[in-house]
């Protein structure tokens, strides 16, 4: 078993940050490249940013220059760094990891952590 566990989120007003966190733990398992996706109400998952192992990074134009994302290797973990936050910014966030799970090949998700920004 493989778990994706995100924290991190809650209410904070418009211009405020949040640094959200997702690690995953288990055994028999590797992972390159962790994201966070979000969804907003009525409106797809969509991605937000990447980063893979050696460090490199793509996020959606929406939220270059405000949030970061980085990983700390040896603990399986990714963290997103959200600043200036926005209320369209509202949406539960979602950790996603490819991995390799005993030889196979898995899309692993976080339960995904509500983020709700006020104006």
């Known amino acids: 078993q493989v778990q994706l566990v995100e924290s991190g989120g809650g209410l904070v007003q418009a211009g405020g940050s949040l640094r959200l966190s997702c690690a995953a733990s288990g055994r028999g398992f590797s992972i390159n490249a962790m994201g966070w996706y979000r969804q907003a109400p009525g409106k797809q998952r969509d991605l937000v940013a990447t980063i893979v192992s050696g460090g490199s990074t793509n996020y959606a134009d929406s939220v270059k220059g405000r949030f970061t994302i980085s990983r700390d290797n040896a603990k399986n973990t990714v963290f997103l760094q959200m600043n200036s936050l926005k209320p369209e910014d509202t949406a539960v966030y979602y950790c996603?990891?490819?991995?390799?799970?005993?030889?196979?090949?898995?899309?692993?998700w976080g339960q995904g952590t509500q983020v709700t920004v006020s104006s």
């Open positions: 996603n990891a490819p991995l390799v799970l005993w030889g196979k090949r898995y899309d692993a």
